[in-house]
């Protein structure tokens, strides 16, 4: 699928994290680390969240 302008869906964002709704979920929670999920793009976003953004305990 393509967008008006021809890029792939997704080609504009900085950051895209994918894997299982566990291991997301997990991850984002700061349950498990960044290396737990697919990481595309650029990695210090995802490091901003898990140091800066994500539910610490």
Do not use: F, H, K, Q
């Not at 697919?38 to 901003?48: E, M, P, Q």
């Amino acid at each position: 699928m393509r967008s008006e302008a021809g890029a792939e869906p997704g080609d504009d964002v900085d950051c895209e994290l994918s894997g299982t709704a566990e291991g997301l979920y997990l991850t984002l929670w700061n349950r498990l680390p960044l290396t737990a999920v697919t990481l595309r793009g650029d990695r210090s976003v995802a490091r901003i969240w898990a140091d800066d953004s994500a539910v610490t305990w």
